[in-house]
């Protein structure tokens, strides 16, 4: 059971009080005479509580709308990087890595087909009408005898 902080019956945890909650571990873990080997798990957890006290503070984090998922991140993490970047033999830039990271991003999400609509229409613009008077490229067509020699590849 969680102690409860006398001063608005908020659970320890869910105030930011991560020295408690380790507390309450190590001491449940006594009390329960656990074998070393299942002790170190407890242990090992409350050392990271203690040593990252500083940012476990939740309630500040739920008051200002912060998303507190650490397993649903950590899944989507190991979703989208690891299964993807940690392929045998890869190397990866960080220009690259991230680049398909954002790309995987988008095509999981479902937002690619609009993202590449998008993304063509700046390319033109950014490498083609901006070279061109009213920012309007001309129109070309092939000459009659081209056009009878070209054939639908499959």
């Not at 129109?139 to 081209?146: E, M």
Request: with cysteine.
């Amino acid at each position: 059971m969680r102690r409860k902080d006398l001063r608005n019956g908020c659970t320890c945890s869910s105030r930011g009080r991560a020295p408690y909650v380790a507390a309450g571990m190590r001491r449940s873990a006594t009390l329960r005479n656990l074998a070393p080997d299942q002790r170190k798990a407890v242990d090992k957890a409350a050392n990271y509580l203690l040593k990252y006290k500083t940012h476990l503070r939740y309630d500040s984090y739920l008051a200002r709308g912060y998303p507190i998922a650490s397993g649903v991140i950590e899944g989507a993490c190991r979703h989208l990087v690891n299964i993807r970047m940690n392929r045998t033999g890869a190397r990866w830039s960080l220009q690259g890595a991230e680049a398909v990271l954002q790309l995987r991003a988008l095509v999981k999400s479902g937002d690619f087909d609009d993202y590449w609509k998008f993304h063509e229409a700046r390319e033109l613009e950014r490498n083609h009408l901006n070279a061109y008077a009213e920012q309007r490229l001309p129109r070309i067509q092939a000459p009659a005898s081209r056009r009878q020699t070209l054939r639908l590849v499959k």
